[in-house]
T-cell receptor, first 113, second 110 residues
Framework: DADVTQTPRNRITKTGKRIMLECSQTKGHDRMYWYRQDPGLGLRLIYY???????NKGEISDGYSVSRQAQAKFSLSLESAIPNQTALYFC????????????FGEGSRLTVL | GQNIDQPTEMTATEGAIVQINCTYQ??????LFWYQQHAGEAPTFLSY????GLEEKGRFSSFLSRSKGYSYLLLKELQMKDSASYLC???????????FGKGNQVVVIP
C-alpha cells in the first residue's frame, strides 16, 4: 500500500463546480504539501502545512483552499473550478526540520471542461 | 524569490554517461535536491547536496558549487529505465520550502 494516498486519481468536472482532492499519509510526517504540475511549468507549490494548526500559502494559492483535519490528512479544494486549473496535482509529505526530501502521492489528474 | 534553470531535454545512448545541469539563484540557500520522475508517475527523491562537492550514490552522483549557484547530476552506465525527467529543487531558509525547476527530460536510446 502507498504511504501517501490521493483520491480521486482522475476527475473530470465542469467549470464552476466545487472539487475536493484528498490526501492521507501513513508515514507519520508532520509536514504536508500540495503541488500542481503543468507541462513546461514544472511543479508549483499551492499550499503547505507544518502541523494541524498551520496553513501557509505557496506560489499559486489563488482559487484554492486547504484543510488539515489531522496530522495524516490534508485536503485541497477548488471552490469554483475553472479550465486553467486542469493539471496533475500531487500531495507530498516530509519530516519536520529543514529537509527537502519529499514523499509524493501518486497524483490526481483533474480536467476542468 | 528563487530562480532555478535546467535544460529541457537530452538524448543519450544506453551505457553512456549523461550530465544534467542546474543553476539557481536564491537567498538563504540550505540544500539542493534531485528528483526522478517517470512519465505519469510521482517524483522520487534521488540525492541532495548541502555542502560543496560531489556526493556519490551508486550510478548517480550529484555535485554542488554554492559560490556559483550550480549543481549537476551525473548518471553513469545509462539504462533504459533511466529515461525520465530529472528535477532540480532548492531549499531556502527564507521560504522554508522546496522550489522546483522545470525538469530535464532524458531519453535513453539503445
Amino acid at each position: 500500500d502507498a504511504d501517501v494516498t490521493q483520491t480521486p486519481r482522475n476527475r473530470i468536472t465542469k467549470t464552476g463546480k466545487r472539487i475536493m482532492l484528498e490526501c492521507s499519509q501513513t508515514k507519520g510526517h508532520d509536514r504536508m504539501y500540495w503541488y500542481r504540475q503543468d507541462p513546461g511549468l514544472g511543479l508549483r507549490l499551492i499550499y503547505y502545512s507544518f502541523d494541524v494548526k498551520d496553513i501557509n500559502k505557496g506560489e499559486i494559492s489563488d482559487g484554492y483552499s486547504v484543510s488539515r483535519q489531522a496530522q495524516a490528512k490534508f485536503s485541497l479544494s477548488l471552490e469554483s473550478a475553472i479550465p486553467n486549473q486542469t493539471a496533475l496535482y500531487f500531495c507530498a509529505t516530509s519530516r519536520a526540520g529543514e529537509t527537502g526530501e519529499l514523499f509524493f502521492g501518486e497524483g490526481s489528474r483533474l480536467t476542468v471542461l | 524569490g528563487q530562480n532555478i534553470d535546467q535544460p529541457t531535454e537530452m538524448t543519450a545512448t544506453e551505457g553512456a554517461i549523461v550530465q544534467i545541469n542546474c543553476t539557481y539563484q536564491t537567498s538563504g540557500f540550505n540544500g539542493l535536491f534531485w528528483y526522478q520522475q517517470h512519465a505519469g508517475e510521482a517524483p522520487t527523491f534521488l540525492s541532495y547536496n548541502v555542502l560543496d562537492g560531489l556526493e556519490e550514490k551508486g550510478r548517480f552522483s550529484s555535485f554542488l558549487s554554492r559560490s556559483k549557484g550550480y549543481s549537476y547530476l551525473l548518471l553513469k552506465e545509462l539504462q533504459m529505465k533511466d529515461s525520465a525527467s530529472y528535477l532540480c529543487a532548492v531549499w531556502s531558509r527564507g521560504n522554508n520550502r522546496l522550489a522546483f525547476g522545470k525538469g530535464n527530460q532524458v531519453v535513453v536510446i539503445p
